[in-house]
């Protein structure tokens, strides 16, 4: 019976810059092995003003005294790196794709909160892709959750074919044409997406990954051009929803379908439900989707 690695205690948050420096270096078994559960902790800590500041001007959202529904995510992504460039984990970070997000929130953080944050990741699931895996968060305030995430994560092995246009990834479950009877109704808003988001996001959250500042340092990674972080996508989607994610508890969902190309023209387009729930989606000028969510109250 194997034993897992004991938890990884940091004492400050890790830099996602260097993290990624080390993903680039790291060499891993050409095979896929076990995901064994890895975790690490960082203990009370209180999010930089500064980047917030960042964040909140690269995504749209207003200074409110609270932190932004997603924002966390930008706080856990450091420790997301630092399990993923573990020696115990069998795959190279560069290359992983991140496909679908789901956060709840229990109750709106204020900006200068103390906080803790718990990662995790354990096992896999075999895709027609690949293999996917989920990286888990929790979020502490004086003890008590107040925030968590899922994060899926797909690796490609050799051998799996890449992903149809047509077809959709796990977790999706309407039918395009549902889908689209669902936003028929909707006021679609048109967005110009400049081509520096991609390094005005890298300096908000960190996440200098190449495939995101330049065409120079896209193309070796197979994108004609940059590629917007999807986290800045649902970031943007967020702070375009105004009132309905001020609400304390609150579900949101995200499914990632394709990249986002900078600079580009999109379109936001929203479909309000009975239940409170509000569906959202950003879609290229040709009709094709790049992100697909809905915002649902919680309890």
């Not at 006021?187 to 995101?212: C, K, L, M, Q």
């Not at 379908?257 to 929203?270: D, G, I």
Request: glycine share 8%; with cysteine.
């Amino acid at each position: 019976m194997s034993v897992s690695p004991p938890v990884l205690e940091l004492a400050a948050p890790p830099s996602l810059a260097v993290e990624l420096l080390r993903a680039a270096v790291a060499r891993r078994p050409a095979r896929p092995g076990e995901v064994p559960r890895l975790e690490v902790r960082l203990r009370h800590f209180t999010p930089d003003p500064r980047q917030l500041v960042l964040y909140r001007e690269v995504c749209g959202f207003p200074a409110d005294g609270h932190l932004p529904l997603p924002f966390p995510q930008v706080l856990a992504a450091p420790l997301h790196l630092v399990l993923l460039n573990r020696p115990e984990f069998p795959y190279r970070l560069l290359g992983m794709i991140h496909v679908r997000n789901h956060i709840r929130q229990y109750r709106r953080l204020a900006e200068g909160a103390s906080l803790s944050v718990l990662a995790w990741v354990e096992g896999q699931r075999e895709v027609r892709q690949g293999r996917e895996l989920d990286l888990h968060t929790q979020v502490e305030e004086g003890g008590a959750v107040v925030w968590s995430a899922v994060t899926t994560m797909l690796r490609r092995l050799p051998g799996t074919g890449e992903r149809s246009r047509e077809e959709r990834p796990a977790g999706s479950t309407a039918p395009a044409s549902e889908e689209d009877a669902l936003f028929a109704n909707s006021r679609p808003a048109p967005w110009t997406v400049p081509e520096d988001t991609g390094r005005r996001y890298a300096r908000a959250s960190g996440d200098y990954n190449p495939i995101h500042l330049h065409a120079l340092t896209a193309r070796p990674f197979g994108f004609p051009r940059a590629i917007a972080h999807g986290m800045w996508t649902v970031g943007r989607c967020v702070a375009e929803l105004g009132e309905a994610a001020d609400a304390p508890a609150l579900i949101l969902t995200s499914n990632f379908r394709r990249p986002l190309l900078l600079p580009s023209r999109v379109v936001f387009q929203t479909a309000a439900q009975r239940d409170g729930t509000v569906a959202y989606r950003v879609k290229s000028e040709d009709g094709q989707p790049h992100v697909v969510g809905q915002l649902t109250p919680g309890t």
